[in-house]
């Protein structure tokens, strides 16, 4: 039997990516409806989908939609929005996918995990990268000690100076602003690679337009061991995907992956390793058949078929890192007057 779901928000512009899962594997997935609380961002979503998904049932209301035959519920809404939809999904039985960053406040995300624990329900981020070929690869390489002991992690994920008005618009509401909404990426393959760090010490800057939102940011995490991890991110990239990468240098071997996302992988290995040559290589990752993906770990952590690839501690580690990147003290990511409410 398919994994039925449900979406709960579609603001997140990754609502796409499962819905291209369910057209291509419907033996696998049933999409049951959607629920948007703005018209016009439910509209063009739908819009959007329509080239893989048509007639797709619409929501009136939160309650609809726990009320539905879905066995899980996607939250893909404003990450504001995101912890009271996971939270009322979690109180109505169903199992939750929520989108990253995992919400904007530390003390209802750690209710999360805990009512998560006490109902037996999966509740899992939707960190996609963890599912890239290369990325897997490089995962499983470093946990086989193949790159020996990890002393450095740098991943770089930049934007488009297009991007700079969304920023402005949408991403001042929160505090560490661009690098809050990007950054969980690369904290989450880091703390995989490096583990929890000890001390984070982040520089925030606004370079563009007036200046008044976190638009460059470089944050340096220091490991108990004396490794160091940096991820660095902008808005003003003329084009920013290529740019896009993740470096793992351990003191056996060293591993690159550009541009994130990609199959790529370059390797520096001062042993071999199973088909891995000693030295520089250049290789494609391929793809394996049925590629796992989100919605095949949550189908598979929802039957009891396999346990869940990353844990709620994992996932409480990383946003507390990411918080603390932010410069985020209080417990809240949530700005107290944003720059864009004082403009309007």
Not at 186 to 214: S, W, Y
Not at 274 to 297: A, N
Request: hydrophobic fraction near 40%; glycine fraction near 8%; include cysteine.
């Amino acid at each position: 039997m398919p994994l039925k779901f449900a979406y709960l928000g579609l603001w997140h512009s990754h609502t796409v990516m499962h819905i291209r899962d369910a057209a291509n594997r419907p033996d696998e997935f049933q999409l049951v409806g959607a629920y948007e609380p703005d018209p016009a961002i439910r509209d063009a979503k739908l819009g959007e989908w329509a080239a893989d998904l048509t007639d797709v049932p619409v929501f009136e209301s939160v309650e609809q939609a726990l009320d539905s035959e879905a066995e899980a519920i996607i939250c893909e809404g404003r990450v504001s929005e995101n912890l009271d939809y996971a939270e009322r999904a979690l109180e109505a039985d169903k199992h939750v996918l929520l989108e990253k960053p995992a919400g904007v406040n530390m003390a209802q995300l750690e209710r999360l995990h805990d009512t998560a624990r006490r109902k037996g329900l999966h509740l899992q981020m939707a960190y996609m990268w963890r599912y890239n070929p290369a990325i897997a690869e490089m995962i499983r390489l470093c946990r086989a000690g193949a790159l020996g002991d990890p002393f450095y992690f740098r991943g770089h994920i930049p934007k488009p100076m297009a991007y700079h008005a969304r920023l402005v618009e949408e991403l001042d509401w929160y505090k560490g602003s661009l690098y809050f909404e990007m950054a969980g990426h690369l904290v989450d393959i880091m703390v995989t690679f490096m583990g929890v760090p000890g001390q984070v010490n982040a520089t925030h800057a606004g370079h563009h337009g007036e200046r008044k939102h976190v638009d460059n940011a470089v944050v340096v995490h220091q490991f108990d061991n004396g490794g160091l991890g940096t991820i660095d991110t902008a808005s003003m990239h003329v084009e920013s995907g290529l740019t896009r990468r993740i470096e793992l240098y351990g003191t056996g071997g060293t591993a690159i992956h550009t541009p994130i996302g990609s199959n790529n992988l370059t390797l520096s290995l001062q042993r071999p390793f199973e088909q891995h040559d000693v030295g520089w290589q250049e290789l494609t990752v391929s793809t394996p058949p049925g590629p796992p993906s989100l919605l095949t770990e949550l189908a598979a952590c929802v039957s009891g078929a396999k346990e869940p690839d990353y844990t709620l501690d994992h996932d409480l580690a990383v946003h507390r890192t990411l918080f603390a990147g932010c410069g985020i003290t209080d417990g809240s990511a949530l700005t107290d007057a944003p720059h864009s409410a004082k403009s309007s």
